[in-house]
């Protein structure tokens, strides 16, 4: 199984990438490949609404240069991709929500292209770190975007692992921390394994 994680922490050793290590430690373990791209290093422009990749035929079309194209080659070559975000004012940190938005392309509704998604089966999953109690609202709305956005396009939603921000890094490094991300990993391997 290839998994693609899309680190979207502007801090490369925040609290996210404290769940993404342990993530990606269990993935190796199971014998998973894994690709970890750190977004706050590349170059990803916002979506213009040009729907220029609405018109390319089983391609992600997108015409802007910049390393998007570059990350959707890694995104469609893997069976699971993981959002891993902070939670910025309820939703994604600007970078995840800049890529999210310019995966436009690889839904092909709304232009003279035939009618396809280029990831259709794929599973995304979610992996966040939150300043409120994850059972009380602390993620619910990035983890509501994203069962509705496999839905719309025919990708699998394995889910979402939240870890508490409570102003204390250390609890990143927990015991309780490293079993959540990677009972994660194992439950992602299960479903996708089915």
Request: charged share 30%; proline share 4%; glycine share 8%.
């Amino acid at each position: 199984m290839r998994t693609c994680i899309l680190m979207g922490s502007l801090r490369s050793d925040g609290n996210t990438a404290h769940l993404a290590k342990y993530f990606m430690e269990r993935m190796g373990e199971l014998e998973a490949e894994v690709e970890y791209v750190e977004l706050r290093n590349k170059k990803i422009y916002p979506c213009v609404g040009c729907k220029c990749c609405q018109d390319r035929r089983g391609e992600y079309g997108c015409p802007q240069e910049d390393d998007v194209a570059e990350i959707v080659d890694s995104m469609l070559k893997s069976d699971v991709l993981v959002f891993a975000t902070p939670i910025y004012t309820w939703q994604a940190t600007p970078p995840t929500k800049a890529l999210m938005d310019r995966m436009y392309g690889l839904n092909k509704y709304y232009g003279k292209a035939p009618r396809e998604v280029l990831n259709v089966g794929q599973a995304y999953a979610l992996l966040t770190s939150c300043g409120y109690d994850p059972d009380r609202g602390g993620a619910d709305l990035l983890d509501e975007v994203m069962r509705r956005w496999c839905k719309h396009s025919g990708t699998q939603y394995k889910g979402m692992y939240a870890f508490r921000d409570k102003g204390d890094p250390q609890a990143f490094s927990s015991a309780k921390a490293q079993a959540g991300a990677r009972d994660f990993a194992d439950e992602i391997i299960r479903t996708c394994s089915r």
